[in-house]
């Protein structure tokens, strides 16, 4: 993923249609249900979110790789 998202950058290196398309990885990747980000949390911490944190909204702003 972050070296498609690092190449998608480089329409020195790569054809315009690649880096068009490795573009995506940049914008339009997909947001992960709460739920499973939920259970990573709780997997990992050993707690849920809203016990670990001040703060945590479900509803994701971003996505990140």
């Known amino acids: 993923m972050k070296i ?3 190449l998608a950058l480089r329409f020195d290196l790569l054809p315009n249609e690649y880096c068009t398309e490795l573009l995506k990885l940049l914008n339009q990747t997909p947001t ?3 739920e ?3 259970e990573v949390i709780l997997r990992e911490l050993g707690s849920p979110p809203e016990q670990l944190f001040a703060s ?3 509803v994701p702003h971003a ?3």
């Open 32 to 34: 992960v249900p709460y």
């Open 56 to 58: 945590f909204d479900p």
């Open 63 to 65: 996505t990140a790789s």
């Open 36 to 38: 499973a980000i939920r």
């Open 4 to 6: 498609g998202q690092a």
